[in-house]
């Protein structure tokens, strides 16, 4: 392994969901599949974190005019819904994608925060999804991306766990806007560690077994349900076939 393993949220995921699949994608650098239908999400996702963050920097939207209308409304709604983080005067800082880099052991993570508001005694975590709410919350409560991005924001900064929030907005719909807000306390960020250290340790004999040994990466004791296997068993049969790398069939 190298000196600093960078890992994502959207890696942690994968190899928590099935770690042959994180193997084949990360470690042996299989590519998925194009699918146009998700590189339009995915262009449209983009283009709509850049218009908050154009107007968290003052700009008015409204005069982009290359844009979408359908982004713009869209984004004028959200913008709309939460009038109070753009306006409040107890706000003492703002910021739009928001980078903290974080080190664990020899594992460094990188997470970008979509809007980060913070308060003299609270700090509110913003995410915006361009998808519809899911109907299985846990979904969304037991995701990488809300605990490792509670975890680090915890860890460097001078909140206590029980003043950091995390909100997330779905917005799609321009008219059937959806939010989810979870809160964190020192429990969650106890369990939240605990869990991200076993994985790493896991993920470090995984690819020990790997290097040395010329061993798969294991399935897990509920791979009966897991997605990549019930779905994708043949393609892990020849070197030769696309393996798919995109969490967005599972989340």
Sequence with gaps: MNKYWKLSQSQLNL??????????VYIEKYTSIPNLSNEEKTVWGKKFHYLMQQYQLGVNIELLKDENPDLIRSAKTLIEATED?????????REAEYQINYQLDKYLFTVIYDLLVFYDNKAIIFDWKT???????NRILH???TK???????ENSNY??????????????SDK??????????????????ELKNLLVNLEKYYQNYRNNNIDFPHH???????????FAHLFVSNNEFIPQSLDDIF
Excluded: G, M
């Design 148 to 154: 490792l991005y509670l975890y680090i924001l915890a």
């Design 160 to 173: 206590l766990p029980e003043q950091i929030s995390f909100t997330y907005w779905f917005v799609k719909q």
């Design 85 to 93: 983080i753009w306006s409040n005067p107890k706000i003492k800082l």
């Design 221 to 231: 004791s509920k791979c009966e349900t897991c997605f990549y296997r019930k779905n």
């Design 143 to 145: 995701n990488w991306q």
């Design 15 to 24: 190899l928590q969901t099935c770690p042959p699949q994180f193997q084949k």
């Design 131 to 137: 998808y519809p709410l899911p109907e299985n919350n």
């Design 177 to 194: 806007l959806q939010n989810l807000t979870i809160n964190y306390d020192q429990k969650k960020h106890s369990s939240t560690e605990k």
